[in-house]
């Protein structure tokens, strides 16, 4: 019986702390998500002085946000997303507007897709 409870324990202490992380992450890329979208906006709009400003808003977010990130992330997963985020950081430098829509594009994808795949669901368990 007492091992019944203490797997009990353990199992809710798994789900409940699962619960806790999609949260976390849910509301960290929430907030990635709309330093992107601004971003976005700006090289739309061909603000390109905005978009540098927001680029740098992007970043510093980045950095505060992701800084736990690696403890429940494939490394590589992280990598693309900083590799993502300089490409960006240069073609709006550059002002290419083409350039910057795609590769805001692909990293807005790679940010909005990590709290549906590290999800706590059976899909992702099995």
């Known amino acids: 019986m007492r091992l019944l409870a203490a797997l009990l324990i353990i199992f809710a202490g798994v789900v409940v702390l699962g619960g806790w992380t999609n949260h976390k992450l849910e509301a960290s890329t929430g907030d990635l998500l709309e330093k992107i979208d ?6 739309e709009k061909k603000d390109w002085d905005g978009a540098r400003k927001g680029t740098a808003r992007l970043e510093s977010t980045w950095k505060e946000k992701a800084g736990w990130w690696p403890v429940l992330l494939d490394h590589q997963e992280m990598d693309n997303i900083e590799f993502s985020l300089a490409r960006v950081k240069e073609y709006v430098s550059a002002r290419d507007r083409a350039l910057s829509r795609g590769q805001i594009s692909e990293l807005r994808e790679m940010v909005r897709h ?7 669901t059976l899909k992702n368990i099995f």
């Open 114 to 120: 990590i709290p549906e795949k590290e999800a706590v």
């Open 38 to 43: 601004s971003l976005a906006g700006d090289v």
